[in-house]
């Protein structure tokens, strides 16, 4: 290398420096003033069913080419625009885009009215009652269900326990079910070394901040590392929307109910679901009852739900067509972002199509 | 790609260092043990405090912060009741009756 060209390298390099700078303050000061929120949750819905802090989301589409629709269950424990984060980064908009009729089921804010819910009031109320309106929307007898994270647990017990459910196909999203694997806040209930009840706010509930807290425990040097990411790449204009989208959600928990905490605490002690000791409504269910079309998808480096307590789904499922997807993701990345546009978000799609009728 | 600064990869140099350590620390039974012990000495500060103040708003014949929670969660129940039956009574008449 001549020593001209080894100074000009250094000059480009320091000015581009400069300019990621100038970028870099200007970013900055934009998000210190609250002026670069991203719009998140845009896609275009109506509320066609409602009941306590519940609704029932449909999701505009002039082109529906395939049929039954898809009914998608929420956590219990943080807000669904992950599901619809950014135009162009949006599980649900590549949904429909496939053609797909999409409702979505959101729980609300929980406040006291809701410190008493049970696991029974989703799984054999809010639940049937949202696949009844939905089939009776789209004018169909089957639905395809997907339930994500803890939406994915209550979906699993619905099919459980309602072996007579309209399902076409069911879809479980990074969903835990060895609950002893979940890492040191479901240890720490687990071993009966924390009890629910002190964790529970004055309506009840526990509060989000203690569930925002407990994720932050899984990987403690996590928050610092996304700062410095940030840092790195505070000048673009790309990442730092998509940082402030993701981000945002992260901390962006919600309570849960006094009542199912409680009755989460018991299925973690027993780990029920891996046992095969579930019980709901006073009956015993088993997963390997579910014989429907079954695709779980999970991820390696979800530190929310990690894989040693999604990874023994597949195998307690009774379908004779059942699927697993592993993808090296976290828990977000699963369904934002490139490895969710190339990999994940195509392989639900595929999965749905097989067993759905395409109208042309 | 262009590669990474070097105080960036000092940066992660450190944190694979560090990280195991803390998550091992969090994991750890004493770790269990103090989080659980300072929850409860919170929730014991708060009940003593909050029962304080209830006997002296009792005293002058007024209500405490603890008896309206305790009110609101009571009409919280009763609104549960209410919505699960509606929900029961709704999903009994989709169901198609028998001839």
């Given at each position: 290398?001549?020593?001209?060209?080894?100074?000009?390298?250094?000059?480009?390099?320091?000015?581009?420096?400069?300019?990621?700078?100038?970028?870099?303050?200007?970013?900055?000061?934009?998000?210190?003033?609250?002026?670069?929120?991203?719009?998140?949750?845009?896609?275009?819905?109506?509320?066609?069913?409602?009941?306590?802090?519940?609704?029932?989301?449909?999701?505009?589409?002039?082109?529906?080419?395939?049929?039954?629709p898809l009914l998608i269950v929420f956590s219990l424990i943080?807000?669904?625009?992950?599901?619809?984060?950014?135009?162009?980064?949006?599980?649900?908009?590549?949904?429909?885009?496939?053609?797909?009729?999409?409702?979505?089921?959101?729980?609300?804010?929980?406040?006291?009215?809701?410190?008493?819910?049970?696991?029974?009031?989703?799984?054999?109320?809010?639940?049937?009652?949202?696949?009844?309106?939905?089939?009776?929307?789209?004018?169909?007898?089957?639905?395809?269900?997907?339930?994500?994270?803890?939406?994915?647990?209550?979906?699993?017990?619905?099919?459980?326990?309602?072996?007579?459910?309209?399902?076409?196909?069911?879809?479980?999203?990074?969903?835990?079910?060895?609950?002893?694997?979940?890492?040191?806040?479901?240890?720490?209930?687990?071993?009966?070394?924390?009890?629910?009840?002190?964790?529970?706010?004055?309506?009840?509930?526990?509060?989000p901040q203690i569930i925002d807290q407990g994720f932050k425990?899984?990987?403690?040097?996590?928050?610092?590392?996304?700062?410095?990411?940030?840092?790195?790449?505070?000048?673009?204009?790309?990442?730092?929307?998509?940082?402030?989208?993701?981000?945002?959600?992260?901390?962006?928990?919600?309570?849960?109910?006094?009542?199912?905490?409680?009755?989460?605490?018991?299925?973690?002690?027993?780990?029920?679901?891996?046992?095969?000791?579930?019980?709901?409504?006073?009956?015993?269910?088993?997963?390997?009852?579910?014989?429907?079309?079954?695709?779980?998808?999970?991820?390696?480096?979800?530190?929310?739900?990690?894989?040693?307590?999604?990874?023994?789904?597949?195998?307690?499922?009774?379908?004779?067509?059942?699927?697993?997807?592993?993808?090296?993701?976290?828990?977000?990345?699963?369904?934002?972002?490139?490895?969710?546009?190339?990999?994940?978000?195509?392989?639900?799609?595929?999965?749905?199509?097989?067993?759905?009728?395409?109208?042309? | 790609?262009?590669?990474?600064?070097?105080?960036?990869?000092?940066?992660?140099?450190?944190?694979?260092?560090?990280?195991?350590?803390?998550?091992?620390?969090?994991?750890?039974?004493?770790?269990?043990?103090?989080?659980?012990?300072?929850?409860?000495?919170?929730?014991?500060?708060?009940?003593?405090?909050?029962?304080?103040?209830?006997?002296?708003?009792?005293?002058?014949?007024?209500?405490?912060?603890?008896?309206l929670q305790r009110l609101r969660v009571q009409i919280g129940?009763?609104?549960?009741?209410?919505?699960?039956?509606?929900?029961?009574?709704?999903?009994?008449?989709?169901?198609?009756?028998?001839?």
């Amino acid at each position: 290398m001549t020593t001209e060209s080894s100074s000009a390298s250094v000059i480009d390099r320091v000015r581009r420096e400069v300019e990621r700078n100038a970028l870099r303050a200007r970013n900055g000061i934009r998000m210190a003033a609250g002026r670069s929120r991203p719009k998140i949750g845009t896609t275009p819905k109506d509320v066609v069913w409602q009941r306590g802090r519940a609704e029932l989301w449909h999701y505009r589409n002039d082109d529906v080419r395939v049929s039954p629709p898809l009914l998608i269950v929420f956590s219990l424990i943080s807000r669904s625009y992950i599901l619809d984060l950014q135009p162009g980064n949006s599980f649900v908009e590549r949904l429909l885009a496939a053609g797909f009729d999409v409702y979505l089921l959101d729980w609300g804010v929980p406040d006291e009215r809701d410190a008493a819910n049970q696991i029974e009031d989703y799984v054999d109320d809010y639940i049937p009652a949202a696949v009844e309106r939905v089939r009776r929307i789209a004018g169909t007898e089957q639905i395809n269900l997907l339930g994500y994270c803890f939406g994915g647990v209550l979906s699993l017990l619905y099919a459980a326990h309602h072996l007579d459910a309209p399902l076409r196909s069911l879809t479980a999203l990074t969903t835990p079910v060895d609950l002893q694997q979940l890492g040191p806040p479901a240890s720490l209930i687990g071993t009966g070394g924390l009890k629910v009840e002190t964790l529970l706010d004055a309506d009840g509930n526990v509060p989000p901040q203690i569930i925002d807290q407990g994720f932050k425990a899984l990987r403690p040097t996590a928050q610092l590392t996304q700062y410095v990411d940030l840092w790195e790449r505070l000048w673009s204009d790309d990442y730092v929307a998509a940082h402030q989208a993701m981000i945002g959600w992260a901390n962006d928990h919600i309570p849960l109910s006094g009542g199912v905490a409680k009755q989460f605490a018991k299925m973690i002690q027993d780990n029920a679901i891996v046992n095969d000791t579930l019980v709901v409504g006073g009956d015993r269910v088993s997963l390997s009852d579910i014989t429907v079309p079954f695709l779980t998808v999970l991820a390696n480096r979800d530190n929310i739900v990690p894989e040693a307590s999604a990874a023994p789904l597949i195998n307690l499922i009774g379908s004779p067509d059942k699927h697993e997807v592993r993808l090296d993701a976290g828990h977000v990345g699963l369904l934002v972002g490139r490895t969710a546009a190339k990999t994940t978000i195509p392989t639900i799609i595929e999965f749905l199509i097989q067993r759905s009728e395409i109208q042309e | 790609m262009t590669e990474k600064p070097q105080w960036r990869k000092s940066y992660d140099a450190v944190e694979r260092a560090v990280a195991p350590q803390a998550e091992a620390l969090v994991r750890s039974g004493q770790f269990a043990t103090v989080t659980a012990a300072i929850s409860g000495v919170r929730r014991a500060v708060g009940n003593g405090v909050n029962g304080v103040a209830a006997r002296v708003w009792h005293l002058v014949n007024l209500p405490a912060g603890t008896d309206l929670q305790r009110l609101r969660v009571q009409i919280g129940a009763l609104d549960r009741d209410v919505r699960r039956l509606s929900l029961q009574l709704e999903q009994r008449q989709d169901q198609p009756r028998e001839e």
